[in-house]
């Protein structure tokens, strides 16, 4: 595991106890997946797997859905895991997306929240393949590559280092899907813009919830009052009519299907 992978474990891990106090964004983008899913799926799902589950959220709204499922929580993060609820259709699993600890072809649905933007996505999405039955569906949010426009621009007036995490367009996410050899791929994104009273809000709502550059964690000092008043002042340009400024995400969805005879990643990789 990488240290960037290790930090970044670590500050989730931190984040847990205060987590759904911050994740107002991670709130509504598990409400407007999990919309998707059930107009989607109308086969209820025998065995569903939340990965990257945070505190479990989804799983309430999972189990209303489809009352007879069973759901394996997982996350890398004890500390998330352990603030799952207890239910008696769902396990609890800590294991990490890059190699997920189910077996293979045993889950119908994978649903994932805001997670993949942390990983490896060929990875993970290799890892879900694994996990689907033959037939089975993923469903996943992640930030697309807009992410953030506002602070990333009002960073760049004050120096060229990467301070907010680099997001992987929309657009490659579906081709990777689909070169992975998922079937009726669907990608598409939102904007969902929340309002600051100021710029340090902006950024302690990210360490709240673990999403800072971990780059920037490393680059001690970068944060000094001083900077603090110039990256203010750079991100006057956004203020709206109400005084607040804005900081925008993009929400992108990712849905698909693992095809009911699937070829094999590794014949299709030789025959590219
Ligand atoms: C932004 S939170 C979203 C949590 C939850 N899905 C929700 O809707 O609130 C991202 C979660 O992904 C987990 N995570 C990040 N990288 C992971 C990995 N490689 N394997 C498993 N979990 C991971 C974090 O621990 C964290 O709980």
Redesign the pocket.
Known sequence: MSLEHHQ??AA?SKAADHYEQH?IL?KEA?LRLMERVTSDLKTPPEQVLDL????G??CAELLAAYPETHIIAA???KT?VDAVDEHPQISKRVT???GIDVHAHSIDLVYS???IQ??DERIVLEEIKRALKPGGYVHLTTMGEHTLYELKSAWRAIDEVPHVNQFVPATELADLALRLGFEEVIVDSEFITMTYGQVIDVMKDLKN?G?HNTDHMRAKGLTSPQVIHRLSQAYQTFINDQGLLPATYELVYLRAKKPQKDVGLSLRIKSE
């Open positions: 970044i474990k989730f994740a991670q598990m990257g589950c945070g505190t959220w989804a996350d890398f993060s998330m990490d997306a890059h929240n805001l997670m942390w990983c919830i999403a």
